[in-house]
């Protein structure tokens, strides 16, 4: 039974990302389609470039050299001048483009999972709102059960007026406060609108729970990045150098045109062609430089890589400890609940007796509902910070 609850558990937990991976709106989702796909026919394009066009030429001439009258010629002609060889430079450019692909890719991919994660966090976000400002109505009713007791003291010359004032004072703010939950409120949903055309209200939030250091690792998006954008860079060091080696090319040219009438019949054909190959090195005064250059980006692009895992394993380690400090203010707020549960039963005993009111009463009952609310408050807490694990792998929403 135990293994079928936590089967279950699982495919719900699934069944809310499948619905939160579609939270975008329709434009969205969309313009994340055309990144991909023009990532996808850039890098064609690049892989390809190597390979030259072919040229094709038609040309009419017009003589009026002959005293037979004007002659026409016309040629036609296809002419091609291929590289294939670089010096291992064609290879590493296709190799470089597939890298660029990949390392643009996961660029594309952590955009889209962070404006997901930016909608998502607007949903507990919502429901935290909600709960902070039941909360705070709660706050509201004590600090009205408190003015009307220190006002009774007041009137009875037991209290000093500054009390009385510095309880007015309190509700004030408190209601100040609540006006400036409902107001964020709104704008929370107004954020919502822009990157969601789904209503918050009808959404299930996800249940979150904290993956293994090795998955988070393992999945990082920004990891990944970087680790294509060293691979990337250090195919481009290759492409560069290559760059200034020998290259070796053919060359074929077909031509078909009509004969010039000067040349009579000299036995020329009108179709023939050129071919041959030729060997190319260039001497360029920026040579060393280019070259260091790119060795010196690909030593950054692995440093950042080295960086970067130094920060994942930091970012995880924060959020754990978070995640511990906020488990303990649970539990405190557990512990208070206790206690406030066990002071209302006596209050409520002792309204019973007349020694106390119902006043009493109801500031215990109150207090209990807030130390409640707390603990909820600091469950959306965790799944916030939770979420910002969430937001950097792969395979989720």
């Not at 039974?1 to 989702?29: G, Q, R």
């Not at 002071?343 to 807030?370: C, F, H, P, W, Y």
């Amino acid at each position: 039974m135990k293994k079928l609850l936590v089967l279950c558990s699982l495919l719900s937990s699934l069944l809310l990302a499948d619905e939160l991976s579609d939270i975008l709106s329709t434009n969205k989702e969309l313009l994340f389609d055309y990144d991909q796909k023009s990532n996808e026919l850039q890098s064609d394009m690049l892989s390809k470039s190597w390979i030259n066009p072919v040229q094709v030429r038609y040309g009419k001439d017009y003589s009026t050299r002959f005293k037979s009258g004007t002659v026409a010629t016309g040629t036609f002609s296809v002419f091609i001048d291929q590289p294939i060889f670089r010096s291992g430079g064609i290879y590493y450019a296709i190799k470089y483009s597939a890298a660029l692909r990949d390392a643009n890719s996961a660029e594309i991919k952590f955009q889209k999972r962070q404006m997901i994660g930016d909608a998502v966090s607007i949903l507990f976000n919502l429901k935290k709102n909600r709960l902070e400002q039941k909360k705070m109505r709660f706050l509201i009713k004590n600090d009205k059960i408190d003015i009307r007791q220190k006002k009774d003291s007041y009137d009875a010359g037991i209290l000093d007026s500054s009390f009385l004032d510095q309880a007015i004072l309190k509700k004030s703010q408190d209601e100040a406060t609540l006006l400036e939950l409902e107001l964020n409120y709104l704008e929370l949903k107004q954020r919502f609108s822009l990157l969601s055309d789904k209503k918050p209200d009808k959404l299930r939030l996800p249940k979150l729970r904290m993956m293994s250091k090795k998955n988070y690792t393992q999945q990082n998006l920004e990891l990944k990045r970087d680790i294509l954008r060293a691979e990337e860079s250090s195919y481009n060091e290759k492409v560069t150098v290559a760059k200034y080696l020998p290259t070796l090319a053919l060359q074929g040219q077909y031509t078909d045109g009509d004969l010039n009438p000067l040349f009579g019949n000299s036995g020329l054909n009108e179709g023939y062609y050129n071919y041959g190959f030729s060997v190319s090195m260039p001497l360029d005064i920026n040579t060393f430089s280019d070259i260091e250059a790119a060795k010196v980006e690909k030593l950054r692009a692995a440093t950042q890589v080295l960086d970067r895992k130094d920060t994942v394993k930091e970012e995880y380690q924060w959020i754990d400890n978070s995640l511990h400090i906020l488990d303990r203010k649970i539990s405190l707020a557990r512990k208070d609940e206790k206690v406030y549960s066990s002071l209302l039963r006596l209050t409520k005993d002792l309204v019973k007796a007349g020694e106390k009111t119902s006043l009493d009463s109801d500031i215990m009952s109150n207090s209990l509902q807030i130390r409640k609310l707390d603990q909820k408050i600091y469950s959306i807490d965790k799944q916030l910070k939770l979420l910002q694990l969430y937001i950097r792998v792969e395979n989720v929403f």
